[in-house]
């Protein structure tokens, strides 16, 4: 089967529907899917394991006969399905033309008749967040998603970019050519543009207040985004912090990347932050989609229809009878949903978003239990000696503790899932574990929260504002210490051998005891 999804044209909106796309694979996973999406925001799908193909709606598709040519170049390719993500006219008309015999869509725009499955837009589904407005599409076609998290997929090598290019000696030079290191400073990104209009965008002197206060009272590090065409935002930002005279503005305070990043490397550096403070705006979804703790301002839009998705997230906005309006501009020409937002009201919020707490985060077969490959009963079970003395060690010192654990074995019908659930909540009450994430995909699945993808300990991260880069990862496979480096933890491998080939543990130890005393001795040092 070759199924054609239109993608939608603004980059939030994009992110919103990626859950969408995960579930029309997971309904049709021999299918061939091409995404048709225009190339400013083709590159947020780049790396998509959902996706065959991407085919870039660009300029030479433009106008009446641009859209015939498009239309022929699809029929070529003979789709069997188009599912129409965006609502426009243009997107059905296109699809028809292209003799797509099946076509879903919802009847907006006056495009009904052009589709073979035309749903209705109901009042309750145009209320809720748009990630369930995209996935309601697709209950039409049978399909439901457990999944609704929206994702972006990052590459090593673009983490590792992003991690040189923020590191404090390379701030102004290339981040080629200087070894990353760890740095204790928050970071916080900064998002002071909004291309919907002036109505979503905060005031640049509370802006340049804001990031003063985040450098002298928090210490942090601020990094500034922006496009290309919000540089001169970000200028008038910038000089507005220097007018503040008591603030000791130093070069390794603030990286302006404002019109110098790509849509990936926006992804990559906001991935490294530690908290994301923006207006309603795509680099907001990007921060969500990364797992990011979001500080949002809200003014003329819906904040339960198009706020960051997830835990962890601060939202403010000023509750006025005036909006949300939607309006681009405001029509009563005092800004007050944005104007009556103070600096102490972000600053606030940034501090109950911003990750306090440190963790250990341990992989359960093979670490603190006998790995039994797919153990499916309690008659199995074998717990390591003195697990529960030295996770008391970790407690002690003040680690979280958060099991992550690969349960393929669901999937391939060997293990029960409420076994599963069982197991976990048995350890989880035995040894004072804070909490325990599950993977149950398949690995031809490649979704991002099977090891190494790291959206466990990013999901453990908003629910327990835990800081990753002071955290730890104990495993007894070479995937738990990739899982560490995709989150910035340092991770500890679990092995006989003293020096397995190809890792790139910070640690080797040969069982739970040997990596405890190693974390406590560091740690220890580290308070010197």
């Not at 048995?426 to 993808?453: A, T, V």
């Not at 800081?467 to 990862?473: E, M, P």
């Not at 910035?488 to 005891?513: V, W």
């Amino acid at each position: 089967m070759k199924i054609l999804i239109r993608g939608v044209n603004w980059i939030g909106d994009a992110v919103i529907t990626m859950p969408s796309i995960r579930a029309v694979r997971r309904a049709f996973p021999e299918a061939h899917i091409s995404l048709l999406v225009h190339p400013w925001v083709a590159d947020i799908f780049k790396e998509n394991p959902y996706i065959n193909d991407i085919i870039l709606y660009d300029e030479s598709f433009n106008g009446i006969a641009g859209k015939f040519r498009l239309a022929k170049k699809l029929r070529r390719q003979k789709f069997d399905i188009a599912i129409l993500l965006q609502n426009a006219f243009d997107a059905a008309l296109i699809a028809r033309l292209a003799g797509i015999p099946e076509r879903v869509g919802y009847s907006r725009d006056f495009r009904g008749f052009l589709l073979t499955k035309a749903i209705p837009a109901t009042k309750d589904t145009l209320s809720r967040h748009q990630v369930y407005y995209y996935l309601n599409l697709l209950k039409s076609m049978g399909i439901d998603a457990k999944e609704t998290h929206p994702y972006i997929y990052l590459t090593d090598d673009e983490r590792q970019w992003a991690r040189n290019c923020l590191t404090v000696r390379a701030i102004h030079e290339s981040p080629l050519h200087h070894p990353p290191t760890p740095n204790p400073q928050p970071l916080i990104g900064i998002n002071p543009g909004a291309a919907y209009g002036s109505a979503k965008r905060w005031l640049p002197e509370r802006f340049a207040e804001l990031i003063s206060r985040i450098i002298n009272e928090l210490n942090g590090r601020v990094i500034i985004f922006g496009s290309k065409s919000e540089v001169g935002i970000v200028d008038e930002i910038l000089s507005f912090v220097g007018a503040i005279h008591e603030f000791p503005l130093q070069h390794t305070h603030i990286l302006n990347m404002a019109g110098k990043t790509n849509l990936r490397e926006l992804a990559a550096l906001t991935a490294e932050c530690d908290a994301f403070i923006t207006n309603d705006s795509g680099p907001m979804h990007i921060a969500s989609a990364l797992f990011v703790p979001v500080v949002a301002m809200f003014g003329s839009t819906d904040k339960s229809v198009t706020g960051p998705f997830g835990e962890g997230h601060q939202i403010i906005t000023k509750n006025l009878t005036c909006s949300p309006c939607m309006e681009r501009e405001c029509p009563e020409g005092h800004l007050k949903c944005m104007t009556e937002i103070a600096a102490d009201d972000v600053f606030a919020a940034l501090k109950k978003a911003l990750p306090g707490e440190r963790a250990v985060f341990l992989d359960r077969d093979g670490t603190i239990i006998e790995d039994m490959h797919y153990l499916n009963t309690f008659d199995k079970l074998v717990i390591f000696p003195n697990v529960k003395e030295n996770l008391q060690k970790l407690k002690d010192a003040g680690f979280k503790l958060i099991g992550v654990t690969n349960q393929s074995g669901i999937t391939r019908g060997i293990v029960d899932e409420k076994f599963v659930l069982e197991l976990n909540g048995y350890l989880q009450k035995e040894f004072g574990i804070d909490d325990f994430y599950y993977c149950p995909h398949h690995p031809d699945e490649h979704c991002p929260c099977r090891k190494p993808e790291p959206m466990m300990p990013l999901s453990a991260k908003l629910r327990h504002r835990i800081n990753l880069k002071a955290s730890y990862v104990i495993g007894d496979k070479e995937l738990d210490v990739q899982l560490a480096k995709k989150t910035g933890a340092t991770g500890i491998l679990l092995s006989s051998e003293t020096s397995p080939e190809n890792s790139s543990a910070s640690y080797i130890a040969k069982d739970l005891a040997g990596a405890v005393e190693w974390i406590l001795r560091r740690e220890a040092k580290e308070l010197k």
